[in-house]
């Protein structure tokens, strides 16, 4: 595409005004002093925004979970961004608001910064580039931040942290692609990686071969030996995630229906793209709006559609993908999408969105780079700006202030007071209720909040045998499920230490204070015990995240049971010396005592984190060593 003349600003102007327009844009959250306080805000963010600053802050490798789900594996769960730089530095932040403004405003600059790059990279002359006009902003570079950091979509991700920053991390990915740096794109695609949504990345890598494909082979090669240096770069992380999903009860690849969850209906999709402010005038979607909410503005597609036609066989390639991409968002209303066997490899059709509007982004920028006229390429760039910034206005989740969140609730307070180590646990009838209805009401989200929907009580520190979370290890699903059924032994209970089990009466059909019940168990076993409780004492020295000692007088040898989720990477030591471990119940650990007084320790130390240590140490030397060569 031909690069046309500049009309330029001065770039101090435009920064001020790119503040003021993030204000603007988070005017709640920066201003106000609000957080976002949906579902998922409850039951994912807060819990692990909470549980991560603690295990930073008491020095413990966060390897694993003993708080959600009987046990569960943390650095193998891409969602806890275990292993993120800007997580680690954030997580020193004292409270929960700062942390979300922070993350909001590092991420949105992080992306505004490198879609600005990209957009003068491809769009503005070299004339710009020389000393004494580096320092000039042209409408294509301005049109490029305001679409990718503003438009709906982004926007309300920011209630999954992990989501918000690895949508951040695709304009670099696409950035570096161009200048043809292999390290630095590696270093994008791991940090997205490490963001902590997978799928963003697969997204993110065929966009990005897509636009490496108009390069031919060079440009296969680019990506080829970036992808090699970013895998070893996530190493780290990706092997335990690996492992982890081998286990789980998701599975590789998705059964079709729950592959097309938030499929968007075609009605919905197009009101989402022409229809200007729709969000005032019909404001009902089909699915979480923190997943289907679309909004790139009438603006937006203008300039899309003016650098669609006016600009060259990359600017066709980038229309023919975001057509693609946006069809591909229909899910189950797109006939056959279910017989696309390769779609059910990741859920929510929604997700096509995010190469939809990056597409759209860089559409955006050349439309603006193809106008003549500087005022009538500003007064688009301008519009542009008003129309999204007044989209954002309207609240499409909940907002509260952070001690909604922060101020524990009685049933907490209530649980806390409970021996160390017992669990609470949620009916599956509960769960269904709240994984199937709508947060409507502010009673909706209090009923969530206060009577601990799971993995809220995580926040506090108390551990759960129930889970709403995707991904699960399956051993600790069929358990859940035992645990279901109506003639379940009341031992199942007490083996799993849950103490307070809260549930919903039968033949409720909608959650209420008066329909939910909550119930103690008198008797339930401390995390480490003997089934047969008349063969010996077992005194439960220390119990902490990837670890637990006790100390067992047995009369006869007997199994000794450690009652979370049996996973690679456990083992069991009595006296010092390595012992079998053992399955027991097909999900819990356990290990064969001898007769007399001994030591047990159970420690989680997983090969796949050291591997991966190993191969991401590797990869680090190896990059250090050719830049000093060709130094």
């Known amino acids: 595409m031909k690069k046309v003349g500049p009309h330029p600003v001065p770039a101090l102007a435009l920064a001020?005004?790119?503040?003021?327009?993030?204000?603007?844009?988070?005017?709640?959250?920066?201003?106000?002093g609000l957080v976002p306080v949906d579902g998922n805000v409850l039951c994912v963010t807060f819990p692990n925004w909470r549980l991560a600053r603690g295990l930073w802050l008491d020095g413990y490798l966060p390897l694993w979970n003993p708080l959600r789900n009987m046990g569960t594996p943390y650095l193998g769960d891409p969602i806890t961004m275990a292993l993120y730089p800007v997580q680690w530095l954030l997580s020193a932040l004292p409270d929960y608001a700062s942390f979300t403004?922070?993350?909001?405003?590092?991420?949105?600059?992080?992306?505004?910064?490198?879609?600005?790059?990209?957009?003068?990279?491809?769009?503005?002359?070299?004339?710009?580039?020389?000393?004494?006009?580096?320092?000039?902003?042209?409408?294509?570079?301005?049109?490029?931040?305001?679409?990718?950091?503003?438009?709906?979509?982004?926007?309300?991700?920011?209630?999954?942290?992990?989501?918000?920053?690895?949508?951040?991390?695709v304009p670099a990915v696409l950035y570096f692609q161009e200048t043809g740096s292999a390290p630095a794109l590696a270093a994008a695609f791991a940090l997205q990686w490490?963001?902590?949504?997978?799928?963003?990345?697969?997204?993110?890598?065929?966009?990005?071969?897509?636009?490496?494909?108009?390069?031919?082979?060079?440009?296969?090669?680019?990506?080829?030996?970036?992808?090699?240096?970013?895998?070893?770069?996530?190493?780290?992380?990706l092997l335990p995630f690996v492992e982890f999903l081998t286990r789980s009860s998701r599975g590789v690849r998705l059964d079709p229906s729950f592959a097309a969850q938030f499929s968007i209906p075609v009605p919905q999709l197009l009101k989402s793209l022409l229809l200007p402010q729709w969000y005032q005038l019909s404001p009902s979607m089909t699915g979480d709006p923190a997943m289907v909410c679309f909004y790139f503005g009438l603006a937006g597609i203008g300039l899309a559609a003016w650098g669609a036609w006016k600009g060259g066989g990359r600017e066709r390639l980038l229309a023919v993908m975001a057509s693609a991409c946006l069809l591909l968002s229909l899910g189950s209303h797109l006939p056959g999408y279910r017989h696309l066997v390769f779609l059910h490899f990741f859920r929510f059709p929604n997700n096509w969105l995010l190469p939809a509007s990056a597409c759209l982004t860089l559409l955006a920028a050349a439309g603006a780079s193809r106008i003549r006229r500087p005022s009538w390429a500003w007064a688009c760039v301008a519009v542009l700006c008003v129309d999204l910034l007044v989209f954002a206005q309207a609240p499409k989740s909940a907002w509260a202030r952070p001690e909604f969140l922060t101020e524990a609730p009685a049933l907490a307070?209530?649980?806390?007071?409970?021996?160390?180590?017992t669990r609470i646990m949620h009916t599956e009838p509960l769960l269904q209720r709240w994984s199937q209805g709508m947060l409507e009401t502010e009673e909706d989200y209090l009923l969530m909040r206060d009577f601990l929907a799971p993995s809220y009580g995580m926040a506090f520190g108390i551990e759960e045998a129930s889970n709403l979370q995707t991904l699960r290890l399956a051993a600790a699903q069929r358990y859940s499920r035992r645990l279901a059924e109506a003639s379940a032994p009341q031992e199942l209970a007490d083996w799993a230490g849950i103490g307070l089990i809260i549930g919903i009466e039968?033949?409720?059909?909608?959650?209420?204070?008066?329909?939910?019940?909550?119930?103690?168990n008198p008797t339930p076993r401390q995390r480490?015990?003997?089934?047969?409780?008349?063969?010996?004492?077992?005194?439960?020295?220390?119990?902490?995240p990837g670890h637990a000692t006790a100390h067992a007088t047995l009369s006869r040898p007997a199994d000794l049971v450690f009652s979370e989720t049996h996973h690679p990477g456990w083992t069991a030591a009595i006296d010092g010396k390595k012992a079998p471990l053992g399955k027991w119940q097909d999900t819990f650990m356990s290990v064969e005592v001898p007769a007399g007084s001994h030591e047990v320790i159970f420690d989680y130390d997983p090969s796949s984190f050291w591997v991966g240590l190993a191969a991401t140490a590797a990869t680090l030397l190896l990059l250090a060593w050719t830049a000093l060569r060709r130094r």
Request: hydrophobic share 55%; aromatic share 8%.
């Open 194 to 237: 490490l963001a902590g949504y997978p799928s963003f990345c697969v997204l993110t890598v065929l966009l990005s071969l897509g636009l490496a494909l108009l390069k031919g082979r060079q440009g296969l090669m680019l990506l080829a030996r970036a992808g090699a240096i970013s895998l070893g770069l996530c190493a780290i992380q």
């Open 16 to 32: 001020l005004s790119a503040v003021a327009a993030m204000v603007l844009a988070w005017r709640r959250l920066l201003i106000d």
């Open 101 to 169: 403004r922070s993350w909001v405003v590092v991420h949105t600059l992080i992306a505004a910064v490198f879609w600005a790059a990209l957009a003068r990279r491809w769009y503005v002359e070299p004339g710009l580039q020389v000393p004494g006009k580096s320092f000039l902003i042209r409408p294509a570079e301005v049109a490029a931040s305001l679409a990718g950091c503003f438009n709906a979509y982004i926007m309300v991700r920011v209630v999954f942290p992990h989501c918000f920053a690895a949508a951040a991390w």
């Open 413 to 421: 307070s209530r649980a806390m007071a409970l021996a160390p180590g």
């Open 506 to 520: 039968e033949g409720e059909g909608k959650v209420s204070r008066d329909s939910i019940r909550v119930t103690a």
């Open 528 to 544: 480490l015990f003997l089934p047969d409780p008349s063969l010996g004492k077992v005194s439960v020295l220390g119990c902490k």
